[in-house]
């Protein structure tokens, strides 16, 4: 099973409004990652957690919030977004910190009005 | 710095054909990873093929196979007997055994006509 769960699929949310999304594995991988990916772009990296710890994040505005509340679970918490922050913002996770392929998500398409 | 370079943002071959679709690379290290991720239109990115630099011999997974020169820090991949399915963005990616993090390439968008 090389699947990651992500919800909600699609988001709408005003500038004021605190919202989350969730992304789920259960392949015991021990890495997890953010990304945001712009129409027609490559996925940018905004943070990486590695055995539930907070290993890396790209200089991300604090307006987004990550949370890895266990090894088979990451969450994103938004608050006060803009709305250039609307994209798709995609989970994936790897078996290792480094050196293994990641699997991503669906993703979910987020729209900030 | 490390980067990754498909110079072909746009390809459309008719179905049945065989499509390569290039990527280069950039790095002065010696260990590291290669990998072409496939994202339909509308839908899941996934991992096409994945290459280890140690290799010498292609990989290779079904209808997808790859050229990979590591002299020339080339890694192409060709798909044969192409399918609508395979209608899709590509993207070409990279990582060393010392990296937190995959460097992707701008992607190209493949169409698959009938």
């Known amino acids: 099973d090389t699947e990651v769960t992500q919800t909600p699929k699609h988001l709408v949310m005003g500038m004021t409004n605190k919202k989350s999304l969730k992304c789920e594995q259960h392949?015991?991988?021990?890495?997890m990652y953010w990304y945001k990916q712009k129409a027609k772009k490559p996925p940018e990296l905004m943070f990486v957690?590695?055995?539930?710890?907070?290993?890396i994040n790209e200089s991300v505005p604090s307006r987004f919030s990550p949370e890895c509340p266990n090894s088979s679970l990451l969450n994103l918490h938004l608050h006060a977004l803009q709305p250039e922050d609307s994209a798709l913002y995609l989970c994936?996770?790897?078996?290792?910190?480094?050196?293994?392929?990641?699997?991503f998500g669906p993703g979910t398409r987020l729209t900030v009005t | 710095a490390q980067t990754v370079t498909q110079s072909q943002p746009e390809m459309s071959v008719q179905e049945a054909e065989t499509v390569t679709l290039s990527c280069t690379y950039d790095?002065?290290?010696?260990?590291?990873?290669l990998f072409w991720y496939k994202q339909p239109p509308s839908r899941q990115m996934i991992l096409v093929i994945r290459?280890?630099?140690?290799?010498?011999q292609n990989a290779t997974e079904n209808r997808f196979s790859v050229n990979f020169q590591k002299a020339a820090k080339s890694f192409s991949l060709k798909i044969s007997d192409s399918q609508l399915g395979d209608t899709a963005m590509y993207f070409c990616?990279?990582?060393?055994?010392?990296?937190?993090?995959?460097?992707f390439g701008k992607g190209t968008r493949l169409h698959i006509l009938p």
């Open positions: 290459q280890e630099a140690y290799k010498q």
């Open positions: 392949m015991g991988h021990r890495a």
């Open positions: 790095t002065s290290e010696n260990n590291y990873y």
């Open positions: 957690y590695s055995y539930e710890k907070l290993s």
């Open positions: 994936a996770s790897s078996q290792g910190f480094r050196a293994y392929e990641q699997y």
């Open positions: 990616a990279f990582m060393t055994s010392r990296d937190d993090k995959i460097i």
